[in-house]
Nanobody
Framework: QLRLRESGGGSVQSGESLRLSCKVL????????VAWFRQAPGKGREGLAA??????APTYRRTLEGRFTISEDKDTVYLQMTHLKPEDTAIYYC?????????????????WGQGTQVTVSS
């Protein structure tokens, strides 16, 4: 059974950086993609970046400004965030997908972590 465990969230000032980690535990054989999503207060969950597990190729949401970078190292997927803004305040989740479908559609993902809070103050 696949499990995901996020860490690395916290409270930072505007302009600072954070690196989030997603530890991938258990049976990963069926996992095609691992992605990062976030959910701001009062808003829906939105996809940010996804990593194809077969070759490590990243895909980013088109509206991102280039401040986020997804990467992997062994059994951990990272989300490096730079020049953080107050509007980046959200709970950040990693998720794994076993099959096809749109990369940034919530219902296409099969396993979710518990989330990690990121708070950016001005």
């Amino acid at each position: 059974q696949l499990r995901l465990r996020e860490s690395g969230g916290g409270s930072v000032q505007s302009g600072e950086s954070l690196r989030l980690s997603c530890k991938v535990l258990g049976d990963t054989n069926s996992t095609n993609w691992v992605a990062w999503f976030r959910q701001a207060p009062g808003k829906g969950r939105e996809g940010l970046a996804a990593l194809q597990t077969s070759d490590g190729a990243p895909t980013y949401r088109r509206t991102l400004e280039g401040r986020f970078t997804i990467s992997e190292d062994k059994d951990t997927v990272y989300l490096q965030m730079t020049h953080l803004k107050p509007e980046d305040t959200a709970i950040y989740y990693c998720a794994a997908k076993f099959s096809g479908g749109s990369l940034f559609t919530v219902v296409n993902y099969d396993v979710w972590g518990q989330g990690t809070q990121v708070t950016v103050s001005s």
